[in-house]
C-alpha cells in the first residue's frame, strides 16, 4: 500500500499546510501502518525551468534526435506519472501564493501532464482517491472585500478532479495569517474556529481516504 504526498509550501517549519497534511498522513498510517509514504516537495525540489518545453517538443521530434534536455525531460515527466499511478491515494498540500497557484505545483502539473498516460487523452488515474489541503493567507470567501481573489483552489480543482478524474476530497483554511499580520488581528475569534474545522476536516479527509482502501 502506497500513499503519494507532495508539499508545496516554501516555508515547511511554519507551513500550515504541511501541518493539515500531517493530520491527513496520520489517519493514513493509523489505518495501513505497514504503507509506504512517496514524498514530493516541489518546492524544496522544483522542476527544472526548460523540462515543460523539452517534454512538449519531443513528441515532435523521433527519438533518437532528441537533444539531452529532451532526453532528462522525458525521464522526469515518466517518474512523476509512475509515482502518481503507482500509488494507492494521492495526497496534495498546497498553499496560496500571490492570489494564484504555486508556481512549482504549476510546473509539476506541467510536466506530468505530458506523460501520455495522463495526458488529455490518458485515464490512469481515473477514481483514485485523493485529498487536496489548500490554505489561504487571507480570506476570500463570497462576501468578502477579496472575494474572487483566490485563483488557486478552483484551478486545482478543476485539473484534480475534472481534468485527472481524481476522486478528490478538498480541506480548505483560509485566514492563516491572523496572527502573524497585525492588520488581521480584529479576525483572531474567527481565524480561530476556522482553523479548528480546518483540523477537524483533516482528520476526517485522512479516515476517509484510508477507508477508501480498506477492501
Do not use: C
Not at 507532495?6 to 504541511?18: E, G, H, K
Not at 495526458?119 to 470567501?141: I, M
Amino acid at each position: 500500500m502506497t500513499l503519494f504526498r507532495l508539499d508545496a509550501s516554501i516555508l515547511p517549519a511554519t507551513s500550515t499546510s504541511r501541518e493539515l497534511g500531517d493530520l491527513v498522513e496520520a489517519e493514513w498510517l493509523a489505518a495501513h501502518p505497514s504503507s509506504t509514504v512517496v514524498r514530493r516537495d516541489v518546492a524544496a525540489d522544483p522542476m527544472p525551468a526548460t523540462a515543460w518545453r523539452d517534454a512538449v517538443t519531443s513528441g515532435f521530434t523521433p527519438a533518437d534526435q532528441y537533444t539531452d534536455g529532451q532526453r532528462e525531460a522525458v525521464a522526469l515527466r515518466t517518474r512523476l506519472a509512475d509515482e502518481l499511478i503507482d500509488a494507492d491515494a494521492l495526497l496534495f498540500t498546497v498553499p496560496l501564493y500571490n492570489y494564484g497557484v504555486s508556481q512549482h505545483v504549476k510546473t509539476w502539473f506541467d510536466l506530468a501532464y505530458t506523460d501520455p498516460r495522463i495526458d488529455p487523452q490518458g485515464t490512469a488515474l481515473r477514481g483514485k482517491p485523493a485529498t487536496l489541503v489548500t490554505v489561504l493567507g487571507g480570506n476570500y470567501e463570497p462576501g468578502s472585500p477579496k472575494e474572487g481573489w483566490d485563483h488557486s483552489t478552483g484551478w486545482l480543482r478543476r485539473v484534480f478532479a475534472d481534468v485527472w478524474g481524481l476522486d478528490l476530497t478538498v480541506v480548505h483554511r483560509p485566514f492563516t495569517l491572523v496572527g502573524v499580520n497585525p492588520a488581521l488581528d480584529a479576525f483572531a475569534d474567527v481565524a480561530a474556529g476556522l482553523k479548528t474545522d480546518a483540523e477537524q476536516a483533516a482528520v476526517t479527509a485522512g479516515r476517509t481516504l484510508a477507508a477508501s482502501r480498506d477492501a
